[in-house]
């Protein structure tokens, strides 16, 4: 594989540089007076800097080869332009939701470039290369994550939240560079496919313990940002004290990176590829699959059982979404190829039904200003489109236990085939036994909103067509995706393609 | 002195930094305890560095230095926010966030 010096390079950055502009352009429309006074010109220029984003990222994939980029920082690979896609797409439902939240109302413009910013850390930290860039784009993607959460200053919550996460995050990462300095000093390099090369030819296990020590403080930052258990701690707290659209980015983007920078990690440095057979196999004295099963078993669990007792409707989705990443955590755990194309097909479907989700909880929290899951109490009697919403809800709810005809559903056949393959039986029968779990609280909203009676006579009061069209869309997507999801797969099969030597 | 050395060093000050983020009320302290974490990990990736001929390390701990800066930046910042609103930097004062628990 070539690796390509900084000129070379810059033409796979292209999609990152127009993101980087339009972060610019905005800080300079806002420098004048007459642009600076609309709420609109903000989020409407990232949007279309966002959409541009993509459709550049889509194209280059299509025109360049993969490469190592950037004297070895970066691998482009289809891998990456999956997360590029991804970032934009998730950053472009958190700008729409935010402009139709009622929290966020009179938000300023680096409210918008917070997300920008974060959306441009995102694709970098899933092409991360280099052990130092993986710990710099982390922290790009954290520290604007940590003000972000904090951004109403007005709500005690909300600071909170964000003096929770920046502990927790500081910490981790901090553990996260010393498991890194470990690995620099046992292998001597920071080239994640260098590190490879050295642990193969390495068969004795020079400095086994030291690198099995360095691994897993390693795999406690990459934990800490899918929130896996026991990093999980910040993720309930955090997810309530942010600004609701905040949440549904935190839960989509940056675990999505999260997820993106451990599989590229533990599929090519920590195992050995073989292009003929397609088959990964891990490296027989660091093999960290059975630590992954562990950790898989266990974030599902806690994540499913802890939000059985939630009576808040951000913790609850905060859990689920502990409990989301678990199910994705045993495809990694699992080390094939299938399993590599399952996380990434239950990505899209976790992004489709989880911001679906919370687009409904932005929705509900609107208009009656609670966020306690009896808010959802009778919404299907509410006036004001509360047939439709409880209706998507339902979708949404029935989608994220993993029940057909929803791509919920296919998201996790997939999954779990991956583990079947790799005869894996027990790992499968403990997610499938944990997707019954989630059916009781999921089930519960459904059951809040056909047969509860509304606490109160508000109306849900949605105004026009953009915002319930966008939830029907997500909705749609949901059912339709579920019963022809060929596409996707394509999709998927193409994107599950890493770089390795 | 040899690489053992610095490397217990570093260990020692990785370590008491952990202890103290994981166990001191005043939130100051809290992240000083996290840059002397970061200070821990300069120094192990100055002495591998120096250790292997490799200059990689000391690029590295440059930039844990400047990300050490931006982070507590971040850090104090959200710190002075809720310092105005409680007139107190103790952790144990934020904890409207927290599972109810009801049996």
Redesign the interface.
């Known amino acids: 594989m070539q690796v390509l010096d900084n000129a070379a390079s810059f033409q796979y950055f292209l999609p990152e540089a127009i993101l980087g502009l339009t972060l610019l352009l905005i800080l300079i429309l806002d420098l004048n007076k007459e642009l600076s006074k609309s709420r609109l010109i903000a989020p409407w220029t990232a949007g279309v800097g966002l959409v541009l984003y993509i459709v550049v990222a889509l194209a280059l994939r299509v025109q360049l080869p993969e490469a190592i980029t950037f004297h070895g920082m970066m691998a482009n690979d289809a891998f990456t332009d999956f997360f590029r896609v991804f970032s934009g797409a998730s950053a472009l439902l958190a700008i729409f939701l935010s402009m139709h939240s009622k929290e966020l109302e009179g938000v300023k413009i680096e409210y918008w470039i917070l997300i920008l910013g974060i959306t441009l850390g995102m694709p970098v930290l899933a092409g991360a290369n280099n052990?130092?860039m993986i710990?710099?784009a982390m922290?790009m993607v954290s520290?604007l994550s940590?003000?972000i959460v904090?951004y109403l200053?007005k709500s005690?919550?909300s600071?909170?939240?964000?003096?929770?996460y920046?502990?927790y995050g500081?910490?981790a990462?901090?553990?996260m560079?010393?498991g890194l300095?470990?690995i620099?000093?046992v292998s001597?390099?920071?080239d994640v496919l260098e590190i490879q090369k050295f642990l193969v030819n390495n068969p004795v296990g020079t400095g086994r313990i030291a690198l099995f020590v360095g691994l897993v403080m390693t795999l406690a930052g990459f934990g800490y940002k899918i929130s896996a258990v026991p990093f999980h701690m910040w993720a309930?707290?955090v997810y309530?004290?942010a600004p609701t659209p905040v949440t549904a980015f935190l839960s989509v983007g940056p675990k999505a990176a999260g997820f993106a920078i451990l599989l590229r990690f533990t599929y090519t440095a920590l195992a050995q590829f073989n292009p003929e057979t397609g088959i990964f196999t891990p490296l027989k004295y660091l093999d960290i699959t059975g630590l992954m099963a562990v950790l898989a078993v266990l974030t599902m669990t806690v994540g499913n059982f802890?939000a059985i007792?939630?009576?808040n409707t951000k913790?609850f989705l905060a859990y689920s979404s502990i409990a989301h990443a678990g199910y994705m955590l045993i495809a990694a755990a699992t080390l094939s190829s299938l399993a590599l194309q399952g996380v990434l097909f239950y990505l899209i479907a976790y992004f489709i039904m989880n911001m679906g989700a919370f687009a409904v909880a932005i929705i509900v929290i609107n208009a009656t200003g609670s966020e306690e899951l009896t808010a959802f109490k009778g919404l299907a009697k509410r006036s004001g489109g509360g047939a439709l919403i409880a209706l998507l809800m339902m979708v949404f709810m029935v989608s994220l236990v993993g029940l057909p005809p929803t791509f919920g559903f296919v998201g996790k056949f997939y999954l779990f085939m991956s583990v079947i393959q790799a005869k894996l039986y027990w790992l499968a029968v403990i997610g499938m036994l944990n997707s019954v779990v989630s059916l009781y609280y999921y089930m519960r909203v459904v059951k809040h909103m056909y047969f509860d009676e509304p606490e109160d006579d508000k109306s849900l009061g949605l105004k026009g067509f953009v915002f319930p069209g966008v939830v029907a869309s997500l909705g749609l997507a949901t059912v339709v995706l579920g019963v022809y999801w060929g596409p996707i797969v394509t999709f998927v099969q193409e994107s599950a393609q890493l770089i390795s030597k | 002195m040899s690489l053992a050395h610095y490397l217990t060093l570093a260990i020692a000050l990785f370590t008491i930094g952990l202890i103290g983020v994981v166990l001191r009320r005043n939130l100051l302290v809290a992240f000083m305890s996290i840059e002397l974490m970061l200070n821990g990990v300069n120094l192990s990736f100055i002495a591998f560095s120096r250790y292997l001929g490799d200059m990689q390390g000391q690029m590295a701990a440059f930039f844990i230095v400047i990300l050490a800066a931006a982070e507590a930046a971040v850090g104090l910042a959200i710190i002075v926010l809720l310092f105005r609103r409680q007139g107190s930097v103790q952790s144990n004062l934020f904890q409207n966030l927290k599972d109810r628990i009801e049996v």
């Open positions: 052990l130092l710990y710099l922290e520290i940590y003000i904090g200053k005690r919550k600071s909170e939240a964000a003096l929770k920046v502990l500081a910490t990462s901090g553990i560079i010393y300095s470990i620099f000093g001597g390099t920071l309930p707290d309530q004290g802890l007792q939630q009576n913790r």
